[in-house]
Every structure is written in C-alpha cells, then in structure tokens.
C-alpha cells in the first residue's frame, strides 16, 4: 500500500521536526526542509539589531531525516531558505521530480533575525522584506507548485504553522514579553492563505488549517529566554504540537477544523492528544 506523504518546511528543529515524527508514527513518508542540513552549521541567529549570535543551533535535517527512518519512513533531504525564492522554487520542483508531489503541505518553516524583537524604531526597514517573503510568499510559491498535483488526484492538505502575532496586539514592547512588528507583518502576510483555500478548493477535496502553536519550548525559544536572563516555564512540548497536527490530517474527524485557526495546546489538550503533556 502507497503511504501518503508529506512536505513540512523548517524541519530541521523545534515544532517542524515535531511534525515530522508525528506524521512519520502515522504513517507519512515525510520530505524535510529548511537551511540547515548537517549538525554544526552556522547562520547568522541574531533575533536583534542590539546583539549579534553565530552560534550553531540544535538540529539539522540529517538528524531528523535519520529520526524518521528509524520510523520506517522514506525521506527526502530539500535544503531551502524561504527568503530565497529561487531556492523556494527549486525546493518544489526537487519534490514534483523525485516524488511527484505530496499529499500533505506543513507551511511551518520561517525567517528568525534582526526585527523580531526589535521596537518600531530600531526594525530595520529591509527586515520587513525578509519576514515577507519567508512567511508569505515562500508559502505561496510551494503551494501554487504543489496544490495542482493534489487537485488532480481529488484530495490533499495543507497546515499553517501561523502565530497569534498575525492578529493580536503585543502585550509589551518587543524584547519585554512581545514581539517585533517585522515578525507581525510577516505572520499576518502568511495567515490569509489557509482561508483561501478553504474557499476555493474545499469543494475540491482539499483540506486547509491554520494551526496556532501557543509558547513553545523549542529549542531556540529555550537559548532565547535564557539570553534574556529567564527560565522557559509553562512552554508546550514541540510534540504536542507535532500530534495535533498529525490528528488533524489523518483523523477523519480533522476535517471539521477545515478552513479554521485552531489553537493547538487548548485542543491537545481537549483531546487528550498527548497524554505525557499534563
């Protein structure tokens, strides 16, 4: 029997890698991307104008590649940056070649630097442009690719990894508990798609959601807090978060949240989908 597959973005680490053992444990064969391939290499992480970081961060695409297959799935290693549509563009059609499309499309994914927890003025206006193109038009790009396929065969899916940024007010200035208005910008640019497709092709056998994944303790949230002097406390697990989205795709009852923005920890919990998380 053919397995369904899947592409989720930024699974390199954090709430994408989550996912993909979710998605793996149900029975996905899973293509990751994201920049980082092998464990050590270095970017530039810095989160703000104020402070420069290099520093390698946790994960890589080998090791959550090597994760997966301990599953008894099929992987596909697609090295992309969502702020380089070039490489977006060759990341889809690397997938449409070697697999023929996706069943599932995980927009999860983004673009981390300098405006992210930047007050108004210290944002550089070219940050604006960065978050942009990761969390909108990276998304589109791939969708506009691999939605045809699904549309063929009748069915498909595609999740948002989308963030309350997108449409509340920061509860502090950024770098004080909020956020930058360059990540805002660029997460309320991304959310509209899930809507749009659910409008237009849900008639179609094509499935949307918009996943919002509250504070989570991933692994650079963890270096984050802790450079600001904090401890992570009351962060969800990644794999909580990993499990919703693997209920929501491959639970009939999923199809109900269709079109909608779920808020992932309060239904993990309802659910009772991730019994090791109280």
């Not at 053992?21 to 992480?45: C, F, H, M, Q, W």
């Not at 589109?140 to 899916?157: D, F, N």
């Amino acid at each position: 029997m053919t397995k369904p597959k899947a592409l989720v973005t930024g699974a390199s680490r954090g709430i994408g890698k989550a996912i993909c053992i979710a998605l793996a444990k149900a029975g996905y064969d899973v293509a990751v991307s994201a920049r980082t391939v092998r464990p050590g290499e270095t970017r530039d992480n810095s989160l703000t104008v104020h402070r420069s970081d290099s520093r390698p961060l946790p994960g890589s695409l080998e090791e959550t590649a090597s994760i997966l297959e301990a599953e008894g799935a099929r992987t596909l290693m697609l090295a992309a940056d969502l702020t380089d549509r070039t490489s977006v563009t060759a990341c889809a059609q690397a997938l449409l070649d070697k697999w023929d499309g996706v069943d599932l499309l995980v927009h999860n994914g983004r673009y981390l630097g300098p405006g992210l927890m930047d007050t108004f003025f210290d944002t550089p206006v070219d940050a604006y442009g960065k978050f942009f193109e990761a969390h909108c038009i990276a998304p589109i790009v791939l969708t506009r690719a691999l939605l045809p396929k699904m549309l063929e065969r009748g069915a498909g899916q595609v999740v948002t990894i989308t963030s309350s940024s997108a449409y509340n007010t920061p509860p502090a200035p950024a770098g004080q508990g909020g956020w930058g208005l360059a990540y805002a910008v660029g997460k309320a640019a991304g959310h509209p798609l899930v809507g749009t497709l659910h409008a237009e092709f849900k008639d179609r056998g094509i499935r949307a959601f918009n996943v919002q994944p509250g504070f989570v303790g991933t692994e650079r949230n963890e270096i984050a807090v802790k450079d600001y002097g904090k401890e992570l406390v009351g962060a969800a697990p990644p794999s909580a978060i990993g499990a919703v989205v693997a209920w929501l795709v491959a639970n009939p009852d999923g199809a109900a949240y269709a079109g909608t923005t779920i808020e992932a920890q309060d239904l993990c919990r309802s659910m009772k989908l991730h019994p090791a998380w109280d």
